[in-house]
């Protein structure tokens, strides 16, 4: 049958549609079950990948390597993670998890911050002072919007080479700062500040600098934070990048790692590469978790 | 505690002129309130006195000095916003604490006098709290605070009450004058609502265009208007305004839209028999009888002790009068007023026309 979208056609067992969107009145008494299904079925299949990397990472090699695919824990996690995060793949000479995790730290934590401090100060330059070129200035940050890293990478490539600047940090960090996307943020929000706000702190004596320390930085903290979780995942998860400008294994990061550890098909650890990707994970995942209060709320509220 | 001395202020924004040209003396102490409708340039007057706009040309003094080209900082003012402009983020406390920090004031006075001041203001107990915990009556009170607690040289109010619904707004008034009159600081008081202005100020500057249409007293710009716009705008319902053309002698008008004969009550008007005229008689100086003007009532408005009637005359204009009692009902209705109570203004200038010199 091809696939048509009319809602008579999304039909329960008993025959009845079961769209959950029904007036309340009528609604029978299949459709709470049918809309959980639903509901455990999205769970499943977001959860299960997550739960295979996550068993796999308990069992040896050889279980993996016949081609298993167990669903319940094995008996190897500890010796499986210690490996991984000592010394890395045991066959050949490889970066040990823990290096590559404190490279993707330091970089996603400094690509973070340097998005954040740059795009605060120049948002707040955009928004707050008339100078001559402003309109200009942020008209050439909004396209910037238009040059990913993607587009801009062998040029990029090439002054960071110049530059001497391959298989460092600052090589890896400098390229990936610059936001657009921040600035425009905060721009935004920074126009929401009511200008009598601005009047006031005037007329109570606060300069520029001590109007951005005492009002808008307070004012940014939702967003600020809400940014700081996007901007540390999108830090964390670079790859075309760091896997130019990095050829040393002083400065790899563990995404890079993940993809080398999987190398050829015969000879890979899946269990120590399942166990480098729950690591991979958590890092991502603790900042999720520990903001996500801010988050949403710097999401879905100001503070006026 | 200073004179306030404006001369000729202008501010045009690009080609726009806004004001033009406005001289204002306010004396120590005074308040001072600025009223018109929107767009005559009063919250522009008041920007530039507080620093927050640069006049296009003219004069600010504060205190004898020249505050023209001066920071707002440093003009020694504090402004309350209409809409506040509490720093959310900020306790109460803080907010009004604020400006004392910059200076540099050692914190235990500055403990102090937010103290004394929240307990001037009756704020004491809200101190830890955020602005969005407080009433709009509340958030008013701060606002007051924060300009308060500074001591400055001039208080600027630009429309703080208008946010207030109506029965806070008129008591906040009374507390803000009777604020003023305690705290003896010269004040500026931006609104467009003429019961404010009246009920405010020592002196009303009425503006209109972007020129101080009058600057005088509450009861002299009632009792003797400079101009139509200011008759027309301060009073309510507002002043009746009939063309009428002077009559041989200049000691009566004529009305244009009956042909009755009003005489002067103070004297001749200068001109020659024929000049044209505008007539004002306020709403509240008609009286029903018979031998005045013949109106058509079309609206009662009752309110309780009086009632406020909306009528035409035969030839279509309007006219409101306000009457004692109640029980008027819509029809024909003869109303009379008294020589003494006529405004005369010349119709092609607006200004008001005084009795002739006594030769």
């Known amino acids: ?304 | 505690m200073a004179r306030l001395q404006l001369r000729g202020v202008r501010k045009s924004f690009g080609p726009v002129a806004v004001l033009h040209g406005v001289d204002l003396d306010v004396e120590d102490g005074e308040m001072i309130v600025i009223v018109g409708a929107s767009g005559c340039g009063k919250s522009t007057l008041l920007r530039i006195v507080a620093g927050l706009e640069t006049a296009t040309a003219g004069r600010v003094y504060i205190g004898e000095r020249d505050v023209t080209a001066v920071e707002p900082a440093k003009r020694d003012v504090a402004m309350v916003f209409q809409n506040y402009a509490l720093y959310p983020h900020m306790s109460v406390y803080e907010n009004m604490a604020y400006g004392l920090r910059i200076r540099g004031m050692a914190s235990n006075l500055i403990e102090q006098r937010v103290q004394e001041t929240a307990a001037l203001l009756g704020i004491d107990q809200l101190l830890r709290r955020r602005p969005r915990e407080l009433s709009g009556g509340q958030r008013q009170r701060v606002a007051m605070g924060r300009a308060i607690v500074r001591e400055p040289k001039l208080f600027l109010f630009d429309e703080p009450l208008s946010n207030l619904d109506a029965k806070l707004r008129v008591q906040m008034r009374a507390e803000i004058r009777r604020l003023q009159r305690r705290l003896g600081v010269t004040s500026l008081f931006v609104t467009h609502d003429q019961v404010e202005a009246m009920t405010l100020g020592d002196r009303l500057v009425v503006m209109n265009a972007g020129t101080a249409a009058q600057i005088a007293t509450p009861m002299q710009i009632w009792e003797r208007p400079a101009d139509t716009y200011v008759a027309g705008f301060i009073g309510s319902p507002a002043m009746n305004l009939l063309p009428a053309v002077l009559e041989a002698g200049g000691r009566s008008a004529r009305l244009e839209a009956t042909g009755l004969s009003l005489p002067f009550a103070d004297g001749p008007r200068p001109g020659p028999a024929g000049r044209t005229l505008t007539l004002g008689i306020r709403p509240e100086h008609l009286s029903p009888g018979p031998g005045g003007l013949t109106a058509i009532v079309d609206l009662v408005e009752p309110l309780g002790s009086e009632s406020v009637l909306h009528a035409h005359l035969a030839d279509g204009t309007q006219i409101a009068a306000r009457l004692q009692g109640s029980g008027y009902s819509e029809g024909t209705l003869g109303l009379i007023t008294t020589p003494d109570a006529l405004h005369v203004f010349d119709r092609a200038s607006g200004l008001r026309l005084e009795r002739s010199a006594p030769a």
């Open chain 1, 1 to 304: 049958m091809p696939p048509d979208f009319k809602s008579a056609d999304f039909k329960a067992a008993d025959g009845r549609p079961a769209i959950a969107v029904l007036p309340e009145p009528w609604r029978p008494a299949g459709v709470d079950i049918v809309t959980h299904l639903i509901l455990l079925l999205g769970v499943v299949l977001f959860a299960l990948p997550i739960w295979i990397v996550l068993m796999g990472s308990t069992h040896d090699s050889a279980t993996i390597g016949r081609g298993e695919v167990p669903l319940l824990p094995g008996a190897h996690a500890l010796e499986n993670y210690a490996t991984a995060w000592g010394k890395g793949n045991t066959q050949r000479a490889a970066v040990p998890v823990s290096t590559m995790m404190f490279n993707s730290a330091v970089m996603a934590l400094l690509i973070t911050v340097g998005k954040l401090v740059i795009s605060i100060i120049s948002a707040y330059a955009v928004a707050f002072f008339s100078f001559p070129g402003r309109m200009l200035f942020f008209w050439a940050i909004f396209i910037t919007l238009m040059l990913p890293v993607e587009v801009r990478i062998f040029p990029t490539f090439q002054v960071v080479s110049d530059l001497g600047m391959v298989n460092t940090y600052q090589g890896l960090i400098i390229p990936l700062i610059a936001s657009a996307t921040a600035t425009l943020l905060f721009r935004q929000f920074f126009l929401t500040i009511p200008d009598q706000l601005v009047e006031a702190a005037k007329i109570d004596g606060a300069g520029p600098l001590r109007f951005f320390k005492d009002v808008v930085l307070p004012l940014s903290s939702t967003n600020i934070a809400a940014l700081f979780v996007i901007l540390f995942v999108y830090g964390w998860n670079q790859y075309l990048w760091p896997l130019l400008v990095t050829t040393s294994s002083d400065v790899e990061t563990i995404i890079i790692g993940i993809v080398k550890m999987i190398g050829a098909e015969a000879d890979t650890q899946w269990n120590l590469v399942m166990a480098t990707t729950v690591m991979a994970l958590l890092p991502p995942v603790a900042v999720v978790i520990l903001m996500q209060r801010w988050f949403v709320k710097g999401l879905t509220e100001t503070e006026k």
